[in-house]
């Protein structure tokens, strides 16, 4: 039969014996797969200790297929009986690593202190967290064996297909994080020097956006703002709404040392002082190198800005300061409020691959909420899984795909 013992850390080990093998020789074949020795092996089924070497997994009532057994790593006590591994080496450990202390306190704030001040709240947190661990899987066990039970259950399938779908989710993070962690990391957005009739503007390129949009309060400073033609006036709309001035049909924009004339449209709602979209791009033939980190045009290489360097909404909304915002910056449409021509169209509605997604500015970097996020579970779970190493959020998400069960949604962490 096939036997699996799972350490106190998670670690699982598979092993295949006869149900009348002696535990003292399924100890020396565990010895071989977990490298602990035989004589600090402390093996437990169904919260019992089996204690008796000589007698077989059958009379210690082992004798089930796929069982698991915990197994836990103990070291001698010259004054007394076996004790469990001491924590104050990895307590010691801790203290000696800033990186690893700062980690603990950004996630159980409570067990790194109790590692600082109290090393007895240390050692009793500490086994707390193993013995939830050893339960959530457990249960997630439990809970594998209980929908295997009637594979006609449509329920029971249905649960079983979220929980591999769930764990091919946690093993693409996994490998995301070991072979592209930048992946996680916040991208700075592409700001250029610029001056718009002599002024100077801190100017965001994006590809993506139709038009090259200006703010009325930048137009203003720039003196540009008695040149708008109110007949392009008008309601961009989308998933919300903003308020379209006018155009400038014609104001010099200079890059490097070059003098080009540029069409900006005049749009409220913006939090980017001037956006380069497309038309200005094609129409001088610039080009976007990331691998120099430059905007070349004309034979000229402009340096993108660094991130101290960008505009200070845009440093706020890279780390999450600043609240979204609801103006779509491709609009779908666009309504006259005035009469005469008919005001340019803002199409591009929809979302396509490298497009600004629908309900973000565009030209914008996406705003991040620094709120926590929230939900109708258990303040009391989502400790309980933060307790395991989780962050809030990935804690909720759990909960939510476990339908608010607690051990399944411990076991999906695992």
Do not use: W
């Not at 004054?79 to 010691?92: I, T, Y």
């Not at 503007?201 to 038009?211: I, L, N, P, R």
């Not at 014609?250 to 040392?257: E, G, I, N």
């Amino acid at each position: 039969m096939e036997l699996t013992f799972v350490t106190d850390l998670g670690q699982p080990f598979v092993v295949e014996i006869d149900p009348n093998m002696e535990l003292e020789n399924v100890m020396a074949l565990l010895e071989a797969e977990s490298g602990i020795p035989v004589a600090e092996q402390s093996i437990s089924f169904k919260d019992r200790e089996l204690n008796a070497p000589k007698s077989t997994m059958r009379e210690l009532g082992v004798d089930g297929h796929n069982a698991i057994l915990l197994l836990r790593r103990k070291v001698p006590n010259p004054a007394g009986p076996p004790v469990e591994q001491d924590s104050e080496m990895m307590r010691l450990q801790i203290l000696g690593d800033p990186n690893l202390m700062r980690q603990l306190q950004e996630t159980q704030p409570e067990l790194a202190a109790a590692a600082q001040s109290n090393p007895q709240r240390f050692a009793e947190l500490l086994r707390q967290t193993r013995e939830r661990q050893y339960s959530a899987e457990l249960a997630r066990q439990r809970e594998i064996e209980h929908l295997n039970a009637n594979p006609f259950d449509l329920e029971a399938q249905r649960k079983i297909e979220e929980a591999i779908r769930q764990q091919a989710v946690m093993e693409n993070m996994e490998h995301a994080l070991e072979y592209s962690p930048e992946s996680f990391g916040r991208v700075t957005m592409l700001y250029i020097p610029v001056e718009v009739n002599s002024k100077p503007v801190k100017a965001f390129v994006d590809s993506g956006a139709q038009q090259t949009i200006m703010t009325p309060d930048c137009a203003e400073a720039c003196g540009i703002m008695r040149l708008v033609d109110q007949r392009f006036a008008g309601i961009a709309r989308g998933v919300g709404t903003a308020k379209i001035l006018g155009r400038v049909h014609s104001a010099q924009l200079k890059l490097a040392d070059l003098h080009l004339p540029c069409a900006i449209t005049i749009m409220e709602g913006q939090d980017v002082d001037l956006l380069l979209g497309l038309d200005m791009l094609k129409a001088h033939q610039a080009c976007i190198d990331l691998s120099k980190n430059v905007l070349r045009i004309q034979g000229r290489e402009v340096q993108f800005l660094l991130e101290h360097e960008l505009p200070e909404k845009a440093r706020h909304e890279a780390t999450g300061e600043a609240p979204p915002s609801s103006v779509p910056s491709n609009p779908g449409t666009s309504s006259s409020s005035a009469p005469g021509p008919s005001p340019p169209s803002f199409p591009g509605g929809g979302n396509t691959i490298g497009g600004t997604p629908s309900g973000q500015l565009a030209g914008r970097p996406p705003a991040v909420s620094s709120q926590p996020a929230r939900s109708g579970h258990s303040e009391e779970h989502i400790r309980i899984l933060m307790d395991l190493g989780a962050t809030r959020d990935i804690a909720i998400r759990s909960l939510d795909a476990a339908g608010g069960n607690i051990d399944v949604a411990a076991s999906l962490l695992f």
